[in-house]
């Protein structure tokens, strides 16, 4: 028994050895956590600012006059004098109708009017003549009526023939068809040698004025409903309508140089779609736009005061899709914080609800989190983090 006692306290105390070494092994993970440096992270201040309300909208390219070339006499056509595909000027000759039988009847009616005028000599000398004879009691009264009548009805045919003439010259101007307004013509519709009315249907060419153009688009009246009670009760502030900024994108997404103006908004809702169709007007000094050109149009429709915008790459979503945001602390801890995202301007996006200005966002380095680490901000820049993922690339 005695001989158990020195081997009971060695085993005793390798036991509390080995307990000692455990303990501080715990112990030393914390505090090497501890004194690591805080890790770094991209972040922005959240910053009160005006934010446009804008809308993304589809739409088409409509010319803003447009005429058909119609003939205004009957006859064949004997030139064509336009190039199709052309610009063309308002009074340019565009086709030429066989003029010959306008010059017989303007020659005709020149004669008419002559032989009315030789009448109307006649008539107004004799009455002239039986003026005199009456006031010296040779002529009797009804003499003088007869004669005055003669005059009258001499002053009428000189005047009908007159309109007769002024008709045949009028005739003989519309056998050289003009354009009615300037801008871009197109494909020919009649050639040489068909005969041509004043129909309904005789249409010659089509000409459309192509600088400036219009954009049609729509929005559902829901959207503008929205759009003016917010603006009824000041959550949004608005500009007239003449002075708001209008942007045209193509299909490829490529943006229109010019700006643009937005004209007016439909009075009423088409009732297959429950769309309401606004215009917008365009520079096209280039002909970039063509009529029938789908496109995209921007509208700024107000300016929403001291909203708040991120951009998208800070904004993260959980298994709901419920919007959240990692919130650097002074303390140098992070807070995930569920937040109310609302509308998106281009790479930003607007926090209606969770968000106060002057806090710290992270929108950077969310693959450095982990728990119990401290971190600190770094001001993020768009223009780096665009470098940095293009060298990645």
Known sequence: MPSL??????????????????????????????????????????????????????????????????????????????????????????????????????????????????????????????VELRERNVASAQQQETAVAQLAQADADVAAAEA???????????????????????????????????????????????????????????????????????????????????????????????RGQLLFSEATVDATTGQVTLRGQFPNPDGDLLPGMYVRVVIEQGVQANSIAVPQQAVQRDGAGQAQLQILKDDGTLELRPVRAGRVLGTRQVIDEGLKPGEQVVVEGFQKIRPGARFKGVPWKPAAAANDAAKQG
């Not at 040698?193 to 000409?207: E, K, N, R």
């Not at 049609?216 to 009670?229: K, M, P, V």
């Open 5 to 130: 006692m020195p081997f009971r306290s060695s085993v005793l105390l390798l036991a509390v050895a080995l307990l000692a070494g455990a303990c501080s092994e715990e112990k030393r993970p914390a505090n090497a956590a501890a004194q690591q440096p805080p890790i770094a992270l991209g972040t922005i201040a959240a910053v009160a600012e005006d934010v446009p309300v804008t809308n993304n909208l589809p739409g088409r390219i409509a010319p803003t006059r447009i005429a058909e070339v119609r003939p205004r006499v009957s006859g064949i056509v004997v030139e064509r004098v336009f190039q199709q595909g052309t610009q063309v000027k308002e009074g340019d000759v565009l086709y030429r109708i066989d003029p010959a039988p306008f010059r017989v009847r303007m020659a005709s009616a020149e004669a008419t009017l002559k032989r009315a005028q030789a009448a109307q000599l006649q008539a107004r000398q004799q009455s002239d003549r039986i």
């Open 164 to 258: 007769g003439l002024a008709t045949a010259k009028l005739d003989m101007q519309y056998s050289e068809v003009r354009a009615p307004i300037s801008g871009r013509i197109g494909r020919a519709l009649i050639t040489e040698g068909a005969l041509v009315g004043t129909g309904a249907s005789d249409i010659l060419a089509t000409i459309q004025q192509l600088d400036p153009v219009y954009a049609d688009f729509t929005q559902s009246a829901g959207e503008l409903l929205a759009l003016r009670r917010a603006l009824k009760v000041g959550a949004l502030t608005g500009a007239d309508a003449g002075a708001a900024n209008v942007e045209l994108f193509f299909d490829n997404g490529e943006r229109y140089r010019h």
